[in-house]
């Protein structure tokens, strides 16, 4: 079984301020990792997915996330938010075997940027 | 034009009441899945297609069912509505079985 847990249901950063998402998974075999980001009163946009080869991933509006598989986590960092970038965050796995193709979800981060 | 669509955006129904959530997707992906959004529980999945002819049951599936129509087209429906199905849905498709592109969402709310 595979399994997500998003450390921090909210984080509040001011803006041009460094920030990081946390999300650690559980999986006994190998992972696909994602971050999709929500903005409010909108479907899910992909931010950046860790597929395989180079641990570090960059993906759009400056995040990064980078895969950590002997402490099982994936986290999100950006080094300067703005404003925009107020939204909720989710983390999702699928692995190999019976759970491929399936996504499973954290429980989401919401983001709030402050002026 | 968006590649996958819900219809309605927003519903209000009673208690009892069946009612059908549609998806339309032109990407021509083979796999299709519905889910459910409820504050702090993130998106639990409801039901899953992987093609016409395949059906499967997600992790919360008990009180929907769903209709693979088409490859563009999966269905869930709510036989009897009830105020714990109050929730924003998202029907999303991949053609890898790896990343899924979602619709807007549908946001039902029972009475």
């Known amino acids: 079984a595979q399994s997500v847990t998003q450390l921090d249901s909210q984080v509040p950063v001011f803006e041009e301020a460094p920030v990081e998402l946390r999300c650690n998974y559980s999986?006994?075999?190998?992972?696909?990792l994602f971050w999709y980001v929500q903005y409010p009163n909108q479907g899910l946009q992909l931010l950046l997915k860790y597929l395989s080869g180079s641990t570090l991933v960059k993906g759009i509006n400056g995040f990064e996330a980078e895969f950590n598989k002997s402490q099982t986590s994936f986290h999100l960092r950006k080094p300067s938010v703005h404003i925009s970038d107020t939204a909720e965050y989710f983390c999702a796995v699928t692995s190999w075997g019976t759970s491929y193709g399936k996504l499973t979800f954290g429980q989401g981060t919401i983001l709030t940027v402050h002026p | 034009d968006a590649d996958v669509t819900q219809t309605p955006r927003n519903r209000i129904t009673k208690t009892g009441k069946r009612i059908m959530l549609e998806c339309s997707q032109t990407?021509?992906?083979?796999?299709m899945y519905w889910y459910r959004q409820d504050p702090g529980l993130g998106l639990r999945l409801i039901y899953y297609?992987?093609?016409?002819?395949?059906?499967n049951k997600g992790e919360i599936s008990d009180g929907y069912s769903v209709s693979r129509q088409a490859q563009a087209k999966f269905s869930l429906s709510l036989e009897s509505a009830i105020p714990n199905q109050t929730a924003l849905y998202f029907c999303a498709t991949s053609d890898s079985g790896t990343e899924q592109y979602f619709g807007p969402g549908t946001r039902l709310t029972v009475t």
């Open positions: 999986s006994s075999v190998s992972v696909y």
């Open positions: 990407k021509g992906h083979d796999r």
């Open positions: 297609s992987f093609d016409v002819k395949d059906i």
